[in-house]
């Protein structure tokens, strides 16, 4: 690490330091999964942290509301309607309450989680996405359009979803002849980079199908490699030399012939996951079996990429999630939260810039992206981009109540309906009345959902009461 210390250079992230939080503030007595995969097992937004979870015949993740810390209860419910393990989850961008899973048995699913978390177990999802052949190791929302989601099989096969419809709308079949490493957007979703297990980086643009720009070994060891856009637009990468060395470099897509900059690390053999904040530009680092998370800023100036620290713990970290910017704490001076999966816990480690004044910094919290999506899935597959609406979080982050969550029941049911009207009497589809129709059945579909999980959750929470007044008798005597 030497040749990033020769110079001290004048950064407000300089004095960056980590801290692990209380024991009673961790999620306690959870089985992480043990499934062989490389992805981070944990996501987090500003109202829950989900976890991949061992599962006995199939495959499970756990969704916790941030404020339930301590012992997890082994009966906690969990979200359970995979077939085979879960191997990637991510949270939607433009709706907390929405979250997408990839699995071994083939399917990617998206669930809505009830807005104060799981009372049952769930084993139903709003919608099954079918087009991999084989396990689905990669899932990431869109950043800008509403309901586009994209994933990545083991088929080498990269689909992109209209979640909305429930259909795939992009399929990209022939560019990776192996395994795909990652796939990351860029800040506006007009192109996503992807790293191969052929030691290519590429940069594709999905909707005209066609590769913009690729370099060959760009890392040349023979481990995994992973790539992530930049908001700039050049790409970071993670991966080894050809002497097992971990490295990492920085890439113009506009010349992919020689790195911006490259460094080696160290020779660990873990796989280095990177995180990235496109409002400081910094870049954190955490090894899979590593017990660190190194941070990096990347700047205008040589040598581009800057280290900064290294946060280390005794424990090594079997998975990490990583929260947005609007779930941090800005009177704390908060500019990164993880959460460090351990084999039977989930540890959050706050990263913060110390600063004597209690008013608000806006040079650390310049505004970021908020949770409306600026595009609809439509709009984009028809040609259109849209930055990232930004929110400002001088007075913190105010969620939305219930923000977005009817649309994405409300256009798969749309569209189920106009298939069957479509199907039985296409007369009706010229009336002018279908749609007030349409949009009626769908808002009684609503309400009877709601009605249907209400009366579940009522019939829940009389079991135990009886369950507790039992209890209670028992003691009396």
């Not at 999620?27 to 499934?35: A, E, L």
């Not at 599962?55 to 309607?81: E, N, Q, W």
């Not at 929260?323 to 816990?345: Q, S, T």
């Amino acid at each position: 690490m030497n040749m990033f210390k020769r110079v001290v250079r004048q950064s407000k992230f300089r004095h960056v330091f980590g801290q692990a939080v209380k024991n009673d503030q961790c999620y306690d007595d959870i089985r992480v999964s043990r499934v062989t995969w490389d992805s981070a097992f944990c996501a987090v937004n500003p109202k829950f942290v989900a976890i991949i979870v061992e599962a006995s015949g199939g495959g499970a993740f756990m969704v916790l509301p941030l404020h339930k810390t301590g012992r997890i209860d082994k009966a906690y419910p969990t979200v359970c309607g995979h077939t085979g393990p879960v191997l990637d989850i991510d949270w939607c961008p433009h709706n907390d309450q929405v979250i997408a899973s990839g699995s071994e048995d083939c399917t990617v699913m998206v669930w809505q989680i009830p807005e104060n978390g799981l009372v049952t177990s769930m084993p139903e999802p709003v919608v099954v996405l079918e087009g991999h052949s084989k396990r689905v190791g990669i899932v990431t929302w869109h950043p800008t359009a509403r309901n586009i989601l994209l994933s990545a099989g083991c088929d080498n096969v990269i689909i992109i979803w209209n979640v909305g419809t429930g259909e795939a709308i992009i399929t990209l079949e022939d560019m990776h002849p192996d395994i795909i490493f990652s796939v990351c957007w860029n800040r506006n979703g007009s192109l996503i980079c992807t790293a191969c297990k052929d030691k290519k980086v590429r940069v594709i643009d999905p909707r005209k199908e066609e590769i913009v720009a690729e370099k060959d070994k760009a890392h040349e060891g023979a481990r995994p490699i992973r790539a992530i856009f930049l908001s700039d637009g050049k790409v970071f990468t993670t991966g080894f030399s050809r002497m097992s060395e971990r490295q990492l470099a920085l890439w113009d897509p506009d010349n992919m012939e020689e790195p911006v900059s490259v460094h080696e690390m160290d020779t660990s053999n873990g796989v280095l996951l990177p995180f990235y904040d496109p409002d400081t530009n910094v870049v954190y680092l955490c090894g899979k079996g590593d017990s660190s998370i190194r941070y990096f800023e990347i700047t205008d100036e040589a040598p581009f990429v800057h280290y900064l620290s290294t946060f280390t713990t005794k424990e090594p970290q079997r998975g990490m999630g990583y929260m947005p910017k609007r779930g941090l704490d800005v009177n704390k001076c908060e500019i990164a939260r993880f959460y460090k999966l351990h084999e039977r816990k989930c540890e959050p480690i706050i990263m913060t810039v110390p600063r004597k004044s209690d008013l608000f910094q806006d040079d650390l919290y310049p505004d970021t992206a908020g949770p409306e999506a600026p595009l609809e899935a439509e709009e984009w597959f028809e040609g259109k981009n849209g930055d990232p609406i930004l929110i400002s979080l001088k007075h913190g982050y105010i969620p939305g109540k219930n923000r977005d969550l009817k649309v994405v029941k409300k256009n798969i049911l749309d569209n189920k309906l106009s298939k069957n009207t479509e199907n039985t009497t296409p007369a009706i589809k010229t009336a002018t009345s279908t749609p007030s129709i349409v949009s009626g059945t769908s808002k009684l579909d609503e309400v009877l959902k709601e009605m249907k999980s209400l009366r579940e959750l009522v019939s829940s929470q009389e079991k135990r009461i009886a369950k507790l007044e039992q209890q209670l008798s028992k003691m009396d005597i």
